[in-house]
């Protein structure tokens, strides 16, 4: 039985990788181990730590990464993409060279007889006002256009220097961050309401592996991240498994 695997929070490129290289092989070994299984892989969002797609020149990096899902790809595994918040800016580049399906917020789809809710979860629920204006400035067409305006020799040390100023943060507070993982918990129980037929919400951004069923009939599937976990979820003849590589 072909089965479908779920992982998120890559961050491939990160400043704060002790080595870039190592952690972009690991992920191509993960890739490399599957192939032979995999009907479908979906990556909830942060698989790439920073990406700006412009339109006459590639970023350099991930070449052992794209070539991989390329030749999934080919071969037939269907790959989606959910952007998060640092792979904001994917437009037509990579779904044309690597054949992905890049979907910008959720995504609800039946899985092996499971109805499956899936995205990043940087946008759901409850979000502080500072982060919902970066958000809408992040995605406003005109400020992308600045943006691309700027030379990258600037605009991709700017971009790294911001995340691993983040990454800081989020370490000084702790982590699991609660208030995160409540924050999806009440939109779950929110949004179950008026969706009584899914069955498992998926959510990436947390950096933290977490299962828990919030109501009735359905399970809240945190996947955890690539930077120290590993982690990743397979749906197969056995239902849903949370799992570690490595």
């Known amino acids: ?38 009907e479908a892989i979906y990556l909830l969002g942060d698989v790439l730590d920073y990406w700006y797609e412009y339109r006459y020149v590639v970023p350099r990096g991930f070449v052992r990464f794209f070539g991989k899902l390329a030749e ?24 044309k060279e690597l054949g992905i399906e890049v979907v910008d917020g959720s995504l609800t789809e039946e899985i092996h007889g499971k109805t499956f ?5 940087d946008g759901v629920g409850k979000l502080p006002a500072s982060f919902r204006f970066l ?22 040390p700017f971009a790294y220097n ?15 961050d609660e208030k995160l993982l409540v924050n999806l918990k009440e939109y779950v129980l929110d949004y179950h309401k008026a969706h009584p037929n899914v069955d498992y919400y998926l959510f990436g951004h947390v950096h933290v592996l977490s299962r ?9 599937i945190v996947l955890g991240e690539w930077i120290r976990t590993f982690s990743y979820a397979i749906m197969g003849e056995n239902g849903l498994e949370l799992r570690k590589w490595g």
């Open 1 to 38: 039985m072909k089965k479908s695997y779920f992982l998120s929070d890559l961050h491939l490129g990160a400043p704060y990788f002790p080595d870039s290289r190592e952690a972009e092989k690991r992920v191509v070994a993960f890739l490399d181990s599957i192939k032979q299984d995999a």
């Open 72 to 95: 999934l790809s080919d071969s037939g595994v269907r790959i989606v993409w959910l952007i998060g918040n640092h792979d904001i800016w994917i437009f037509d580049y990579l779904p």
């Open 117 to 121: 809710f899936m995205t990043h979860g």
């Open 135 to 156: 958000r809408c400035l992040f995605r406003n067409k005109i400020c992308q256009k600045a943006f691309a305006a700027i030379h990258p020799r600037w605009t991709i």
């Open 162 to 176: 911001w995340s691993r100023h983040s990454r800081k943060e989020g370490e000084a507070r702790g982590l699991p």
């Open 212 to 220: 828990e069923t919030v109501c009735d009939g359905c399970e809240m």
